[in-house]
T-cell receptor, first 112, second 116 residues
């Protein structure tokens, strides 16, 4: 029962920015937005998380709208190794952080 | 070890047999999670262990599924009387107590179960 909505697939040219959108209209005020990715045949990998402010780390940037109902994960210079399924997650309300709903995510394909 | 280790990486079994899947979390990680991922699907939460607290078993799909954890180390997921719909990749993840508050889970490579 994913509480987020993402496009099923996106394409991006190598070296260009990949902008992955996510709607999380039911997120509550104190819940973080988390992004993970899953490269084929591997376990998911944590990318970034945020609450209200935009965040940046060595992997990506996260832009969260002021109303917090949507966010965008930005890979500034996509490479072929960034081809993966990207999951936008918000924790199950009122439960432990372990119950993360991953949904089906967005399959990002980076083309040479 | 450097990461979360799971075994076996692949398991093929006949319908009705029991299977055990093992997870070795990252040393020092007090939280441990099991997820299931069917082909082409997202991850489905199964169970969560945190230290000596009672585990959150709310995601286990039936009473054929059970899991144990010895202290803050190894965990075993057991599926009894396997059915074909149990075929999936079973993923284990661990996190530090503090990381559990930030959602940063470290996943293993998974155990692929095929029930014939």
């Amino acid at each position: 029962d994913a509480k987020t909505t993402q496009p099923p697939s996106m394409d991006c040219a190598e070296g260009r920015a990949a902008n992955l959108p996510c709607n999380h209209s039911t997120i509550s005020g104190n819940e973080y937005v988390y992004w993970y990715r899953q490269i084929h045949s591997q376990g998911p990998q944590y990318i970034i998380h945020g609450l209200k402010n935009n965040e940046t780390n060595e992997m990506a940037s996260l832009i969260i709208t002021e109303d917090r109902k949507s966010s965008t994960l930005i890979l500034p210079h996509a490479t072929l190794r960034d081809t993966a399924v990207y999951y936008c997650i918000d924790p199950d309300r009122g439960s432990t952080l372990g119950r993360l709903y991953f949904g089906r995510g967005t399959q990002l394909t980076v083309w040479p | 070890g450097a990461g979360v280790s799971q075994s076996p990486s692949n398991k093929v079994t006949e319908k009705g047999k029991d299977v055990e899947l093992r997870c070795d979390p990252i040393s020092g990680h007090t939280a441990l999670y099991w997820y299931r991922q069917r082909l082409g699907q997202g991850l489905e939460f199964l169970i969560y262990f945190q230290g000596n607290s009672a585990p959150d078993k709310s995601g286990l799909p039936s009473d054929r599924f059970s899991a144990e954890r010895t202290g803050e180390s190894v965990s075993t997921l057991t599926i009894q009387r396997t059915q074909q719909e149990d075929s999936a990749v079973y993923l284990c993840a661990s996190s530090l107590v503090l990381a559990a508050n930030t959602g940063e889970l470290f996943f293993g490579e998974g155990s692929r179960l095929t029930v014939l």
